[in-house]
Nanobody, 114 residues
């Protein structure tokens, strides 16, 4: 069955970096754009980044532009979210989704604090 699994989260100090992974199985990964979302307690879910199926034309939320970079490796059926210059405001649970599907993972927690 179709599945997405996020990994790579953890605790980092402000200014640090993390790379999140979104591993897909059970569907034709290369045919779908991949969205990265985040949600913090008490806040609405926010679309952070989008990468088309072919990998070009990426989009980013203004809050992360220049700091976060999304990529994908269709041969490995995996999307990556490189997160640099992390700030406490980036603390959230991060999810990936295949666009226009109900294919979601369980998320991975990112905590940025001193």
């Amino acid at each position: 069955q179709a599945q997405l699994v996020e990994s790579g989260g953890g605790w980092v100090q402000p200014g640090g970096s993390l790379r999140l992974s979104c591993a897909a199985s059970g569907f034709t990964f290369k045919d779908y754009a991949i969205d990265w979302y985040r949600q913090a307690p008490g806040k609405e879910r926010e679309l952070v980044a989008r990468i088309p199926s072919a990998g070009g034309g990426t989009n980013y939320a203004d809050s992360v532009k220049g700091r976060f970079f999304v990529s994908r490796d269709n041969a490995k059926k995996t999307s990556y979210l490189q997160m640099n210059s992390l700030e406490p405001e980036d603390t959230a649970r991060y999810y990936c989704n295949a666009l226009y599907t109900d294919y979601w993972g369980q998320g991975t927690q990112v905590t940025v604090s001193s």
